[in-house]
């Protein structure tokens, strides 16, 4: 009998700093792969661009590790519901997985949709497929579709501000306003103040398939 032969693909975690939308950390590998492994790289990547507030993760980055990295080293907050709900709190593992099941910020936690959004928006404008045939080329094409992503995002947010700024019958105050918020998302002061959320997700980049052995 023939064993059918695993369809290994390619796996995209990414942290989004969601006020801005823009994408802060990238961790590519091949599938199929535990999520919850990646969620410690891609949480320290983001957090030296821009110290966290909150992290926010679903279900499959349910592990103590994880709220203890973020609480506990970070000291953010974490949102990431636990797993088996019809486990009793005194049974589950772990002080802040405990903390998830008796209750969470349910407002907070659906701001993760937004990832959803930056997957969407790159599908849309950049394509559905990876065209490169190598691994190394494949994920310095999908790295440079989430830079491409970054920057639309950031000219889009400056677009709109100097529309603003032009239709304002005080240019003094806009103009100021203007270069404050450009600094919080181009080069953060990391005060608490500009701290914002960062939601972990992964997701299968593009659907697209690896031959067996790259």
């Not at 942290?15 to 994408?23: C, F, K, M, N, S």
């Not at 405990?98 to 701001?111: A, L, S, T």
């Not at 600094?183 to 960062?198: E, M, N, V, Y």
Request: with cysteine; aromatic share 6%.
């Amino acid at each position: 009998m023939t064993k059918t032969p695993t369809r290994r693909f390619l796996k995209l975690t990414i942290g989004v700093e969601l006020r801005t939308q823009l994408v802060t950390a990238v961790k590519l590998r091949r599938g199929p792969a535990n999520d919850n492994r990646d969620f410690e790289p891609v949480v320290r990547k983001a957090h030296a661009v821009k110290p966290i507030k909150i992290g926010i993760g679903d279900k499959g980055y349910d592990d103590e590790d994880n709220h203890e990295l973020l609480r506990d080293e970070l000291h953010a907050m974490s949102v990431i519901p636990a797993r088996y709900q019809d486990v009793p709190v005194w049974r589950t593992r772990g002080r802040y997985r405990k903390e998830m099941k008796r209750g969470y910020p349910k407002k907070v936690y659906h701001q993760r949709s937004k990832d959803e959004t930056v997957f969407s928006a790159v599908k849309r404008t950049m394509g559905d497929e990876v065209r490169s045939v190598r691994v190394r080329a494949q994920n310095n094409e999908v790295r440079l579709r989430m830079m491409a992503y970054n920057a639309a995002r950031i000219a889009s947010r400056v677009s709109s501000y100097l529309k603003g700024f032009l239709q304002s019958p005080n240019g003094k105050t806009s103009i100021g306003a203007l270069m404050l918020i450009q600094s919080d998302s181009l080069a953060p002061t990391g005060g608490s103040d500009t701290c914002k959320p960062l939601s972990v997700t992964t997701e299968t980049v593009f659907h697209v398939y690896l031959h067996q052995g790259r």
